[in-house]
T-cell receptor, first 110, second 113 residues
């Protein structure tokens, strides 16, 4: 079993929809949780990170962490075609144990 | 915005050739990484470095080698390229303090014919 599980999708939604992307994990030592966005043929770019449980909002993006369930989510409100990309979750508890999810491919249709 | 650079961005090369993929960062990060990523697939860590003169192999076995002579520079070398090496190679760097987020370069897409 992988330490981080992420539904690969693909996920297709109409413009303006609310998107929910999720990851589960098994390592209780993870404390820092990140979301990356990767456009086709580009490197991943850091969207946002959270520490421990709770919510963090940045514009149309909200990251949510539930450590008791070992479950993290990224919500995208008012999704735009420019949000079409692969979204990777990542998590760490120390400098040496960053783990990435496999990524969920999202398409937002105009 | 992350300042991490990779060259070349695209490389098509014949079997048996020696290649070096360049990676440089201007953020002063001690930790650097190389990942391999096939299209639509997950990232696989192939090498990492804690700092100058430090290199370690990652989770995925790779025939490539790396060096770290300067903090900002972390090149990856393939002595004899093969078609199985065709992939995208991503370089990243990070701080030692939390949340340990990694910043990625744009990647080098390598095709070995």
């Amino acid at each position: 079993q992988k330490e981080v599980e992420q539904d690969p999708g693909p996920l297709s939604v109409p413009e303006g929809a609310i998107v929910s992307l999720n990851c589960t994990y098994s390592n209780s030592a993870f404390q820092y949780f990140m979301w990356y966005r990767q456009y086709s043929r580009k490197g991943p770019e850091l969207l946002m990170y959270t520490y421990s449980s709770g919510n963090k909002e940045d514009g149309r993006f909200t990251a949510q962490v539930d450590k008791s369930s070992k479950y993290i989510s990224l919500f995208i409100r008012d999704s735009q075609p420019s949000d079409s990309a692969t979204y990777l979750c990542a998590m760490s508890g120390s400098p040496n144990d960053m783990r990435f999810g496999a990524g969920t491919r999202l398409t937002v249709k105009p | 915005e992350a300042d991490i650079y990779q060259t070349p961005r695209y490389l098509v090369i014949g079997t048996g050739k020696k290649i070096t993929l360049e990676c440089s960062q201007t953020m002063g990060h001690d930790k650097m990484y190389w990942y391999q990523q096939d299209p639509g697939m997950e990232l696989h860590l192939i090498h990492y470095s804690y700092g100058v003169n430090s290199t370690e192999k990652g989770d995925l076995s790779s025939e490539s080698t790396v060096s770290r002579i300067r903090t900002e520079h972390f090149p990856l070398t393939l002595e004899s390229a093969r078609p199985s090496h065709t992939s995208q190679y991503l370089c990243a760097s990070s701080e030692y303090f939390p949340p340990y987020e990694q910043y990625f370069g744009p990647g080098t897409r390598l095709t070995v014919t």
